[in-house]
């Protein structure tokens, strides 16, 4: 059922790295806002830049941080999740929760890399 369709980088200035990334891609993001923007891959699959400062939970300091995110669901998707992985033992690092940009739970896998749930909504984000 957790089939991520995106990938999140997380930059020290999103404005360089969206620059960076239309070059080395040859197309614009199909959206951009101050701490994120974000590219159309595949069909189905993104790449989004995150401001590093403002993402909650925040992220730990070690180079290379990654996370996987499955953001195309509904909010009781969400908590079907939440509740499978938690039985399962998964680490989870945010319970589910409205953010700025929807509701969302965060795990870990074993490595420390994170699993990102969300029933995203940028509606509210100008």
């Known amino acids: 059922m957790f089939n991520p369709n995106s990938v999140i980088l997380y930059v020290s200035n999103v404005k360089d790295s ?4 239309k070059k080395i891609l040859g197309k614009a993001p199909v959206q951009s806002f101050e701490e994120f923007s ?3 891959l595949e ?5 989004g830049l995150q401001a590093k400062e403002g993402i909650d939970p ?11 995110s499955l ?9 079907l999740l939440h509740s499978q992985w938690s039985d ?3 680490n ?10 929807g509701y969302t739970f965060v795990a870990n896998d074993p490595d420390g890399h994170r699993l990102r ?7 509210n984000i100008s």
């Open 38 to 40: 974000l590219f159309l």
């Open 92 to 101: 989870i690092e945010l319970p589910p929760q409205d953010l700025a940009f």
């Open 117 to 123: 749930v969300c029933a995203t909504d940028t509606s």
């Open 58 to 68: 925040k992220a730990q300091e070690h180079f290379g941080g990654v996370e996987l």
């Open 88 to 90: 399962m033992g998964v």
């Open 43 to 47: 069909r189905d699959f993104m790449l």
């Open 18 to 21: 969206t620059d960076f990334y």
């Open 71 to 79: 953001s195309d669901v509904d909010r009781k998707t969400v908590d």
